[in-house]
């Protein structure tokens, strides 16, 4: 029937499309709910890139893509400089998604049959390394 929208910080779940939305972006047989995209969705990146250690976003793709707030909060959030793990639908040829992957700071990792059992693992080491990264530059940084 729909989509939802989850913040994982504080459990606050709304619509991001559903078939009986009256009005908004229509994507196959359902209507996005900007409103809910643009407050909930919109409003928990932001927040995340302010304050959690790591942002997550699942995922951008040709609904979220309808929200120009949406859009925005996701790129402030890579520029945070905070780890980003997020979802980009395949297709996806919007500008945004095509700038992401084209990132030299980013880590594409195509889920296949083959590996989305071990992705858990492998994200999960992605980011301690980042992680780790970081550190050592702020570190060489205080320490010349």
Known sequence: ?????????????????????????????????????????????LRAAKEADVVVIDEVGPMELSSEAFKEAVA??????????????YWARDPLVVAIKKRKDAKVIEVTRENRDRLAVLIAQEISETEGRAKTDIEAEHNP
């Not at 989850?6 to 994507?27: F, M, S, Y």
């Not at 890579?78 to 980003?84: A, D, E, N, T």
Request: net charge positive.
């Open 76 to 89: 402030q959030a890579l520029s945070s400089g905070k780890p980003v793990l997020g979802t980009v639908h």
């Open 1 to 45: 029937m729909g989509f939802e929208i989850v913040d994982l910080e504080t459990g606050r779940k709304g619509w991001l499309a559903h078939t009986n939305q009256p009005t908004g972006p229509r994507v196959g047989k359902y209507r996005v709910n900007l409103g809910d995209l643009n407050t909930l969705g919109a409003d928990s990146i």
